[in-house]
């Protein structure tokens, strides 16, 4: 059965609730101008696609527990003015993908969009790249979340203690361990997924309150000139400019991944509609949040160099140390990590999703393996196992690195950067010299589109440039930022495997577009 339901954009018809398979006929429509075959069901409703964005994204989690650079290159002025700057500059890029999401709801994300929007003559070489890279940015993203929970479980046995010192297997082993209970629960319990979604937000909100009220009433504060205008190189880098500027790596990585329900697309129901609003006001609130307790983390921070001195390695433990006991400690950081691995399991499922558009249009070798789909779970089975073998692969460069986890994140902003950067310049492109072309859209950015977009795309490739650099000097092999080299090796064996494999097999998203339905 069939009705109609009146929102902001008109009058739309919608599906039967029974209908969960395809979804509304919007839905349905979208999937056939992009001649898709629906094969997920659509069981996540608004709240959850909203509660999805909130949780994977986890800004405020990330922001607090990776501060390391951003403090060591910018200190506590460099920190929050970068974040300032890392908010507005992010708002711009992901309205843009917010509107192309609402234009072509697809899992498949960058790759597709470059594939519809860009010039004819280079839609399937510039749409393989893209895709490439936009797997290697997921997978990226995907390992340095469990890296991180992993560590941070060191820190806390440091913190009881302060001569614990692990060889880095363990680390590695706690990894391992993180990435085993993300493959559980998203491979059995997926059919939860949507109905936990809901709830999810209670445990991104509330830790976040308590943090922030325990930051405020018991913490003893700086002043607001050490909190707001102190800023600190000791990266030793050429110039305090130069300093926060290659510090902002630790703002860039807490805003990142803002386009997670993009992603998750195909299982959204109404998701012209529901998709960018899920992706830009989760960023807004998200954004918001995170930087009410930078500040509050800024003005509980006796001692920034001491903190980055820490026998943790985490200078939010080294704060947590000044006003509360070992129990306390163990408290705090706890709360911190419970949306931190549900963030894990999300993000995992986001970029299994990803992964399996991508093979399933033959981008991947393997891909017959790789885009299998379980119907019985609703889920890409195989793409989420080889997503968790990547991050294990990863982590496995945390035995021989301590530097490991800046090269992950270096390399998450890089590749997510590149993949912004082309498919925003793809629909600035469509928007100048062929907007007829165009699919409708339920998010429209309006007469301030374009700006929106050119804006975006300026701060993206500003965000690429200052990703590869050190974070501190002189550069020694063990502090050199190895992004470059594995971004650079994935790029060309994109290239490679284009020439190879690509050129013949790879199905670019735009040879299935229907143009006649609008």
């Not at 393996?369 to 990863?394: F, H, M, Q, V």
Request: glycine share 8%; charged share 15%.
């Amino acid at each position: 059965m069939e009705s109609t339901k009146t929102t902001a954009f008109g009058t739309r018809d919608v599906a039967s609730p029974e209908d969960e398979k395809d979804g509304t006929l919007v839905d349905q429509d979208d999937m056939r101008r992009m001649g898709k075959k629906q094969q997920f069901k659509r069981n996540m409703r608004p709240l959850a696609a909203w509660s999805f964005a909130l949780v994977l994204q986890a800004t405020w989690e990330y922001l607090i527990t990776s501060d390391n650079t951003g403090l060591q290159d910018g200190g506590l002025a460099g920190l929050f003015w970068s974040y300032i700057f890392t908010f507005v500059g992010f708002s711009f890029i992901i309205a843009s993908l917010a509107e192309m999401a609402s234009m072509a709801p697809t899992d498949g994300g960058q790759y597709h969009w470059v594939s519809e929007f860009c010039p004819r003559r280079y839609q399937k070489f510039a749409s393989y790249v893209t895709g490439w890279i936009s797997v290697l940015a997921w997978q990226a993203g995907t390992a340095s979340g469990p890296y991180l929970v992993g560590t941070i479980i060191e820190g806390l046995i440091s913190v009881r203690n302060p001569d614990f010192a692990a060889p880095g297997w363990v680390g590695t082993l706690l990894i391992f361990l993180v990435v085993l209970v993300t493959y559980v629960v998203n491979m059995y319990g997926s059919k939860l997924m949507p109905i936990l979604s809901n709830f999810l937000i209670v445990l991104h909100v509330l830790p976040w309150a308590a943090i922030l009220i325990v930051l405020w009433a018991i913490a003893p504060h700086q002043s607001a000139k050490t909190a707001f205008m102190d800023f600190e190189n000791f990266g030793g880098l050429p110039g305090m400019g130069v300093s926060v500027l290659v510090g902002q790596i630790s703002a860039i990585y807490g805003c990142l991944s803002s386009d997670a329900c993009a992603h998750m697309s195909e299982q959204i129901k109404d998701a012209g509609h529901n998709v960018p609003k899920a992706m830009f006001w989760g960023y807004i609130m998200n954004g918001i949040m995170a930087l009410v307790l930078l500040i509050a983390n800024n003005f509980a921070t006796p001692s920034v160099e001491d903190s980055l001195n820490d026998v943790t390695g985490f200078p939010f433990l080294y704060v947590f140390k000044q006003f509360t006991s070992t129990s306390g400690v163990n408290a705090l950081t706890s709360i911190i990590l419970l949306p931190m691995i549900f963030s894990n399991i999300l993000f995992n499922a986001a970029t299994s999703r990803q992964t399996f558009a991508f093979a399933r249009d033959k981008g991947l070798p393997f891909h017959r393996w790789i885009s299998k789909y379980d119907e019985e779970r609703n889920i890409p089975g195989n793409a989420i196992a080889l997503s968790c073998i990547i991050t294990c692969l990863l982590s496995l460069i945390n035995i021989g690195s301590t530097t490991a986890f800046n090269a992950i994140i270096s390399l998450n902003t890089a590749a997510l950067m590149f993949t912004y950067t082309i498919s925003i310049s793809c629909v600035i492109y469509r928007k100048i010299w062929l907007p007829e072309t165009l699919p409708r859209r339920h998010w429209d950015l309006g007469r301030w589109g374009l700006v929106v977009n050119i804006v975006g795309v300026c701060y993206c490739s500003f965000a690429l440039f200052w990703s590869f650099w050190p974070t501190e000097m002189p550069v020694l092999a063990d502090n050199f930022n190895w992004s470059i080299v594995i971004f650079g090796a994935i790029f060309i064996l994109s290239l490679v495997m284009y020439a190879v494999k690509g050129m013949n097999e790879y199905e670019p998203p735009v040879e299935s577009v229907d143009t006649n339905v609008s």
